[in-house]
């Protein structure tokens, strides 16, 4: 690894008339103040930080959360940096990665995630690995490759929301609430490995696309959007589908078993806790001084919203129209319809979080400066504003309770990403950093992707392509 040039520092006098070049330089002093801290890491892939390094790995690959990162980078993480033999938690655990890493090294992990989407899939994964036995395997293989649904009669209805309306072809429709009907007679490691599957497949013999902060429909399903017809490609059938992804589990879970046996008998695995909820609201009922690591990957600045990406998963599992809105209100602000919380309400202790953020001179910059833009409307969306300011506060709330959580010298791994709105870049890296270290870290090292990543195409097309940093930072409690 080798150190990343820096900027000079630089000195600035108070201004409220903030434009790009004068928050740049702001923006640059801050960054030197990091100077020895920055490491380009050239083992660090976007492969290794992303879903993408999951596609070999049994277990992690059966669902596709395009917004996780690779069990490979959770274990890198943990033998570099982690001193101690507490447990470790993942306050944003979206799918269980760190969580089961953890525990597959013999740690007790505890995980916060408030998509029911993750709550099932974590769930389903404890009990197939638990309780499944060799009977409940045969009757998966059965079902495999016998399909039972398709002479069933009778069938489920499937929950439908407005923005998933439409989103199967007919006889695919027909064919998930025959299935739906189907496996309630099974034994519960059965049915819920059936359920696990299901989530698995639904976008890929769906007309959708997630693509971050919607879905793309597919021109077959007869729904226009934007200027030019999408194609997704071949749509496979439910049975192909539904069928291979049961082959891949049933793979994945033969080629663990033995192991599983041997290694439970001679040393238990670390235990798994997930606690339902948002990491705002349950993170202030955790003991003080109880982990000793804390590895995890927040929700970026960039305006994705999880409930809309994820709507056919959340339909399945019964999540209703005021579920989605309740949803996208208690989760990290991210997306432009997040409301403003009251986090004094939720937590009177975060009075020093809160002027933390106040107090930052690049990021009162930033919001100034967006503001501006609003006012001036020249920003695509005015919620944008709101929305960097409520992620910003939110997350000094998070990296305090971090901190009050996490015992003396224990370490928090962080993979986040840089952002830029109207053409400034909004470096998330050094004021979270900045922040952490008035709320009881150290910065140790930020890990820097050899790679930066490209801004969206509007931001290109407006402002030209500017490469913005991808990293990892490594927090240490003092």
Not at 91 to 108: H, I
Not at 200 to 210: A, G, I, N, P
Not at 305 to 325: H, K, M, N, P, W
Not at 358 to 364: T, Y
């Amino acid at each position: 690894m080798h150190v990343l040039a820096k900027q000079p520092v630089l000195t600035l006098e108070p201004c409220d008339n903030w434009d790009v070049q004068s928050i740049a330089a702001l923006d640059g002093a801050l960054e030197a103040r990091f100077r020895g801290k920055f490491f380009v890491d050239p083992e660090l892939t976007r492969t290794l930080v992303s879903f993408q390094g999951n596609k070999d790995c049994a277990f992690h690959r059966w669902f596709k959360y395009k917004e996780a990162f690779s069990a490979p980078l959770v274990r890198r993480m943990l033998e570099r940096y982690y001193r101690q033999s507490g447990p470790i938690l993942d306050p944003f655990a979206g799918l269980g990665t760190t969580l089961f890493v953890a525990s597959s090294m013999g740690f007790d992990a505890d995980g916060i995630e408030v998509l029911p989407v993750g709550q099932q899939i974590v769930a389903s994964r404890m009990a197939l690995q638990k309780r499944l036995t060799e009977e409940d395997i045969r009757r998966l293989e059965y079902w495999a490759e016998a399909q039972p649904w398709v002479a069933v009669n009778h069938s489920k209805p499937l929950n439908v929301l407005r923005i998933t309306k439409g989103a199967y072809p007919a006889e695919t429709q027909n064919a998930i609430e025959h299935y739906l009907y189907a496996l309630e007679d099974e034994s519960e490691g059965v049915r819920a490995a059936l359920m696990l599957a299901l989530l698995c497949v639904l976008e890929s013999v769906s007309f959708t696309r997630k693509d971050g902060q919607y879905l793309r429909w597919d021109h077959r399903s007869g729904r226009r959007q934007g200027a030019r017809p999408f194609d997704k490609g071949p749509i496979p059938p439910f049975g192909a589908a539904i069928s291979g992804k049961l082959r891949e589990i049933i793979h994945d879970i033969r080629g663990y078993k033995p192991q599983r046996e041997l290694f439970e008998s001679e040393c238990a695995r670390g235990r798994v806790r997930l606690l339902p909820g948002s990491c705002l609201d349950v993170l202030p009922t955790l003991p003080a001084d109880e982990y000793s690591a804390i590895v995890t990957s927040p929700p970026y600045c960039n305006r994705y919203d999880y409930t809309r990406t994820y709507a056919l998963e959340l339909a399945l599992l019964g999540v209703d129209e005021r579920g989605i809105s309740d949803l996208r209100q208690r989760m990290l602000t991210c997306t432009v319809e997040n409301r403003e919380k009251d986090l004094l309400a939720i937590n009177p202790a975060w009075s020093r979080p809160i002027g933390v953020a106040d107090e930052h001179p690049l990021l009162r910059a930033i919001l100034q400066f967006l503001n501006q833009q609003r006012a001036a409307g020249t920003l695509n969306n005015n919620g944008i504003p709101r929305m960097v300011r409520g992620y910003f506060y939110e997350m000094a709330c998070v990296v305090a309770e971090c901190a009050r959580v996490l015992s003396r010298d224990g370490v928090l791994v962080m993979v986040n990403d840089n952002v830029r709105y109207a053409g400034v870049g909004i470096p998330v890296d050094t004021i979270l950093s900045s922040f952490a270290e008035h709320l009881g870290f150290s910065v140790e090292r930020i890990l820097v992707l050899p790679n930066g990543k490209g801004n969206s195409s509007q931001q290109m097309g407006e402002h030209g392509r500017v490469p913005l940093r991808k990293c990892i930072y490594i927090w240490r409690k003092v």
